[in-house]
């Protein structure tokens, strides 16, 4: 039996006795009173008769009449005048009939009042002795009456009651419940907070749990904060902050290699044109301050952008890749507006910043790509300062030529169904997790990648129903085969309190497929949107869906910020994974990334697996789960 059924249980069993009590008692003493006062009225009514039957002449008939006419009042149950020898000498009897008052309640209340004698006196002789009872009806109406009143104020008095203690129950539970949903996140490892009830005994307890969710919070950041020292140490140049030539480079390939939206953008690199002049006229610490602020600015311009990362692939060569962004001249003119402004402010110097863009998509090569670039660079290098090409990567005959014509072959590609792709996320026994789903959509007659119409579908503003056509065709597979999926959202998707409201009527129809959906968004667009991320989290908590982040690295560090999400995985970035063996910092920071998962009840999954070595060590390490194309090629079950 729950606290608060108990809790009830006490009131109600206290307010009964209290009132049960109350009750008996005063119909007792009601009882008792009345008796009293009947069995007085006797004795005076008897008095009386008899004082006045001694001062009458002893005439029978007279005396009879007389008998007669005090009884006819209706007062008496019982006249009775009988002779010193006992012998009666005059009767009047009538019954004790009792009108208003249950039968019940005078069988139980049964009135026992002895009846009043007195002795007529002839002059000096005793001339008899006179008996004299009254009714009991009006004292039964009258206890009636009283018992009645009794209990409309008790039953008024116990809605009252009743009333304050839901009031108290309430005041009780609400902070109990606090305490309850607290301590259930704690056990699932979600370590969240709670406002200080003002019971003591839940608010010591309350604080108590607040202050292991802060311990948990202060110690998750403080060794996020240390492996992203270590990560930033082995991935990030030194001088102008942005990934190094090898983190870059292991990121283009995995974005290339992806079947998800991000294997089709703009590539574009950027050179700082006579370094070696500039490092001799203003030297070494203001060119460094120069580098980083390059470098800096093609950062912040792949952010704006999306998920752009910037990196430095040598001494004065920079590059910028921008996952999604097909509109190459777009990107350009940006480009060229953050160069020139970055030249505006070094008016001393004379700074080149060429550059060089092309468009990329799935199975393109990095070597053939940068060898374009370059290309191009060097062209633009000779031409001016701030000179910009666009490079001709692989020939690729456009599907479409226009937004109108993109439109109308998506719109139909949605209504005719998506297809999901297949690809296994497995556990150190070969166990399958899930399997990942890229969306397909039909166009010109074929199945084609995400890469091939991601980007037209976020120019268009068709996130969201490709989001939802997907989450529909994944809960139906689920319901059909059994097998959980996981499926991606879109930034759109995210922000959308419209989508939210959607996919969780969508889940609701769908509730026992639900618990095998997992669900996942980038790790960029759930930590700089939080609160929607947060939102959609809550509405679909509830159905056993599991929501992760994918492309986890750079962000880790604020890992503390998404404890109280309840988050089921993060799937760690590619290239944090691909040469792990050969690798020992990667090891140590894999590992300590898993450990901080699993304090915090969350899987590690490694994504971009390349071989069944790469695997077996990162399970090792800890990691859950694994996923690539080594976990395709070796692991993936028939």
């Known amino acids: 039996m729950s606290l608060i059924k108990q809790l009830w249980l006490t009131i109600v069993v206290l307010l009964l006795l209290a009132f049960g009590g109350s009750l008996f008692i005063g119909v007792t003493t009601s009882r008792h009173y009345i008796e009293q006062e009947v069995e007085i009225k006797n004795r005076d009514n008897a008095n009386a008769l008899a004082l006045t039957m001694s001062q009458m002449e002893k005439d029978p008939v007279t005396l009879g009449l007389l008998i007669a006419a005090q009884f006819d009042t209706g007062h008496y149950r019982l006249i009775e005048l009988r002779d010193p020898q ?8 009538g019954a004790d009939s009792v009108t208003d008052v249950p039968a019940w309640f005078v069988d139980l209340v049964s009135f026992e009042v002895a009846p009043g004698q007195a002795v007529v006196q002839d002059r000096w002789n005793q001339y008899g002795t006179l008996t004299v009872a009254t009714h009991h009806s009006f004292a039964y109406q009258s206890l009636w009456r009283s018992t009645l009143s009794l209990l409309g104020w008790f039953a008024l008095a116990g809605v009252i009651s009743l009333l304050l203690a839901a009031w108290i129950v309430r005041t009780i539970r ?12 704690i056990g699932e490892r979600r370590f969240t907070t709670s406002p200080e009830p003002r019971t003591r005994e839940l608010k010591e307890v309350v604080q108590a749990m607040n202050q292991l969710t802060g311990s948990v919070r202060e110690m998750l950041g403080r060794e996020s904060e240390r492996l992203d020292v270590l990560r930033q140490r082995l991935q990030h140049d030194p001088v102008s902050g942005v990934l190094n030539r090898d983190a870059f480079l292991a990121q283009l390939r995995a974005m290339l290699e992806s079947s998800s939206r991000q294997a089709s ?9 006579r370094l070696g002049e ?3 006229r203003v030297g070494h610490a203001d060119t460094d301050r120069l580098l980083q602020a390059l470098g800096q600015e093609l950062d912040q311009l792949g952010k704006v952008s999306g998920s752009g990362v910037a990196g430095r692939l040598g001494g004065s060569d920079f590059a910028l890749l921008v996952p999604g962004r097909v509109d190459t001249s777009a990107l350009g003119q940006e480009l060229t507006q953050r160069l020139g402004a970055l030249q505006g402010q070094e008016e001393r110097l004379s700074l080149g910043l060429p550059s060089a863009l092309i468009a990329y998509s799935q199975d393109d090569q990095p070597a053939a790509l940068l060898a374009s670039l370059d290309g191009a660079l060097a062209t633009a290098e000779n031409r001016g300062d701030l000179a ?24 139909e590609a949605l209504q005719s169904g998506v297809y999901l792709g297949r690809f296994p996320v497995l556990d150190a026994r070969g166990k399958l997790l899930h399997l990942e789903c890229p969306s397909r959509l039909r166009l010109k007659g074929e199945w084609r990648p995400a890469g091939v119409f991601m980007p037209w579908v976020s120019v268009l503003g068709l996130d969201t129903a490709l989001d939802m056509a997907v989450a529909r065709e994944a809960l139906k597979e689920i ?4 097998k959980p999926l996981g499926i991606n959202l879109s930034a759109a998707s995210i922000r959308s309190a419209r989508f939210a409201l959607d996919l969780r009527s969508l889940v609701h129809s769908h509730r026992e497929a639900a618990a095998k959906l997992w669900l996942e968004v ?47 995985y993060l799937k760690i970035d590619a290239s944090l994974v691909k040469g792990v063996d050969r690798s020992p910092e990667q090891q140590t920071i894999l590992r300590g990334m898993a450990t901080l998962c699993h304090s915090i009840g969350i899987l590690a999954i490694a994504e971009g697996v390349d071989s069944l070595q790469e695997a077996e060590l990162l399970h090792e390490l800890g990691m ?12 993936r079950p028939a």
């Open 265 to 273: 953008g703009t590539l574009a690199l950027v050179r700082l044109a």
């Open 174 to 185: 609400r902070p109990l419940r606090n305490v309850v949903a607290q301590a259930q996140d």
């Open 278 to 280: 500039v490092n001799e």
């Open 522 to 568: 980038p790790e960029s667009v759930a930590l700089h949107d939080l609160e929607s991320f947060r939102s959609l989290c809550r509405e679909l908590q509830p159905y056993g869906c599991k929501l992760g982040l994918e492309h986890v690295g750079r962000e880790f560090r604020r890992i503390s910020d998404l404890q109280e999400l309840g988050l089921g």
């Open 624 to 635: 859950d789960g694994t996923t690539g194309p080594g976990v395709r090629q070796h692991d």
């Open 479 to 482: 319901s059909h085969h059994g």
């Open 86 to 93: 006992g012998e009666v000498i005059d009767l009047r009897q």
């Open 388 to 411: 910009q090409l666009v490079a001709e990567g692989a020939q690729r005959l456009p599907l479409f030529n226009s937004h109108a014509e993109w439109r109308r072959a998506l719109e």
